[in-house]
């Protein structure tokens, strides 16, 4: 816990130990406080007034001291809780920074975005709100076991056995429902993105859902989220009842001790010194339960943190992909695999077995096939959002994994199905491809991409906010924003998935107007769902159950009676294609396909 607490302070970590030794030395304090009381009170007992007057300004010298030491210990805690907000969110953001895109999927991004948010806000408040008390706590009762030593040998054996043993129940009570308390935090990430979701998705929820339906998703993980707070509450009730029990029952061995203490020195008939030193004993067994008793109560918070700090050590486990420690530079723009296998997990499926394709510089392919056929995963494996599980990836004849993560970036721009924009205006998410474009430059991606006609009936032009995400803009339009951007980066490799799945046909005849002319002059990898992309590439690829079956240019695919000769007959048969004279000239009676 501690160690993965400073592993994400980072370089402030030195501030987390400072803190750490002023907290050891507040518990010695307070320890030392309280055994002063033994002479205080001995001597006040015994009626001794001029020494007890010596002990009482020692002891209040000792708390004005501890006193003032908590308010330095509680400072010092508040720093460490602004490092883990600022370091460790750095820290996290330059971690996550280098992992691969592959990474960030659905649950790995809700789990990070609860972990930065609420995870680390609580992590945060550990230090000034329950570190302090605990290890204090822990420390405190070190320093009255010597006392109790020194008053009764007995006493001072049983305190000094129950500390290993409070250790281990402590933590045999942290670990009751710790699989509860990970669902919980589980489904608490999901009903955050859940609520995101909602508010972004409005427009849509509201056109089909107008009864107040859409808000079953989140109503369904709110449910979700309750019942798993309702199964924690018991393992929660068991834990601190169960600290508080052990607790209580070395105080009751202490008690019995001394009370047997009591019995042998009255039937021994010892003096009122032996009487004094009994109640003396007492008064300082129970100020050794007193701060172990607040330590147990801190046990749920504990177990709290503990699982915030898990999810922050998951997210630093998480490797990002091998550099390869004498990088190779591509000869040249060209794509290559070789028997590529790949699955997601160790347990799951291939979903690519044993695809080879040769990808010319400056030609164009077009990937064809079902969906689930492994069409975007071998397109994710060419920008190396995964390293392949089998066989290679090469560009330029280099192996991707022989190319630092720059090198690969210089090489490939990319167009996904799911835009993004961030909050700025038009020109600033288009300039993300390439900060240092020109005005001129800016102004030919927009041609290309078809965002032209955008900007000319917007009253601010290139210079209009699109809002998070780009709401303010529709998905046709962020989709050739995206495009643009793409463009403007001038990477010599185009990857593009779907990118005009959101688009009207007058705007997808302009997307595959400017992929026709990028022909020859990047090398281009196109997932198409449009026919006239399909037939204008150089070679059409077709993907079934992730492996190719066949491949090779429109004409002779369309002559071979194959799975694409079958997909085009469903094709004009369900969409109104129609064949001209027996040959493979295709006529458009409607504008795209849907592979």
């Known amino acids: 816990m501690l160690n993965t607490l400073m592993s994400l302070l980072g370089r402030d970590v030195a501030i987390f130990r400072r803190y ?45 001291l ?97 500390l290993p043993l409070l250790a281990v129940v402590f933590w045999l009570a942290t ?96 003096s009122s010194q032996s009487l004094i030193a009994v109640t003396v004993a007492l008064l300082l067994s129970y100020r050794f339960v007193e701060p172990l008793l607040e330590v147990a109560g801190y046990g749920e918070a504990l177990r709290g943190a503990r699982n915030q700090l898990d999810g922050v050590r998951e997210i630093l486990a998480a490797q990002p992909l091998p550099q390869p420690p004498q990088p190779q530079s591509p ?76 090198q690969l970036a210089a090489q490939i721009s990319q167009v996904f199905q799911d835009t993004y924009l961030f909050q700025g205006c038009i020109a600033d998410n288009i300039r993300l491809g390439r900060p240092g474009a020109s005005d001129d430059e800016l102004a030919e991606v927009v041609r290309l991409a078809g965002v032209e006609t955008l900007v000319e009936r917007l009253p601010e032009g290139l210079e209009t906010l699109v809002g998070e995400g780009g709401a303010r803009l529709s998905g046709g339009e962020r989709q050739r924003i995206a495009i643009a951007r793409a463009l403007i980066k001038d990477a010599p490799i185009l990857l593009v998935d779907e990118a005009t799945a959101a688009l009207d046909t007058g705007n997808q005849a302009i997307i595959a107007e400017t992929l026709a002319r990028l022909r020859g002059k990047r090398t281009l990898i196109v997932i198409a769902h449009q026919l006239s992309t399909i037939t204008s590439a150089d070679r059409i690829v077709v993907l079934e159950d992730g492996a190719v079956c066949e491949q090779g240019c429109h004409r002779e695919l369309a002559a071979a009676g194959g799975r694409y000769a079958r997909f085009l007959a469903q094709r004009e048969s369900a969409k109104g294609w129609q064949v001209a004279g027996g040959q493979s000239h295709l006529r458009q009676a409607e504008h795209c396909v849907d592979t």
């Open 175 to 270: 670990r009751l429902g710790r699989q509860v308390d990970r669902r919980f935090h589980d489904h608490a990430a999901d009903t955050s993105q859940r609520l995101v979701e909602f508010a972004q998705a409005q427009s849509v929820l509201r056109a089909f859902n107008g009864e107040g339906a859409g808000a079953r998703f989140l109503a369904e993980a709110i449910d979700r989220q309750h019942r798993s707070a309702r199964q924690l509450i018991y393992p929660s009730i068991l834990a601190v009842t169960l600290n508080a029990w052990v607790v209580q029952a070395v105080f009751a061995a202490l008690l019995l001790a001394a009370v047997f203490w009591l019995n042998q020195a009255l039937m021994a008939g010892q």
């Open 66 to 162: 501890a006193w003032w030491w908590r308010v330095q210990v509680d400072k010092a805690g508040v720093r460490v809780g602004v490092s883990v907000l600022r370091s460790g969110r750095l820290r996290l953001g330059d971690h996550v920074a280098g992992l691969p895109v592959g990474w960030f999927t659905p649950a790995n991004t809700a789990r990070l975005s609860h972990v930065v948010s609420h995870g680390l806000m609580e992590v945060a408040q550990l230090p000034a709100h329950v570190f302090t008390p605990v290890f204090g706590g822990l420390v405190t009762p070190l320093v009255m076991v010597l006392a109790l030593f020194a008053l009764n040998g007995q006493m001072g054996l049983i305190a000094l056995l129950a």
């Open 20 to 64: 750490l030794i002023m907290v050891v030395l507040y518990g010695l304090l307070n320890g030392i406080t309280v055994v002063l009381l033994v002479p205080l009170l001995s001597h006040l007992l015994a009626g001794e007034v001029s020494p007890a007057t010596f002990w009482l300004a020692g002891f209040l010298g000792c708390a004005a």
């Open 331 to 406: 000869a040249d723009h060209s794509v290559t695999l070789r028997d590529v296998r790949f699955r997601y997990g160790a347990s799951e499926t291939e979903v690519l077995r044993g695809v080879s394709l040769e990808v010319a510089p400056g030609s164009m392919v077009a990937l064809v096939g079902a969906s689930g056929s492994g069409k975007t995963t071998l397109m994710r494996l060419v920008a190396r959002f995964f390293d392949v599980t089998g066989g290679q990836v090469l560009v330029g004849g280099v192996d991707v994994r022989q190319m630092t993560s720059d």
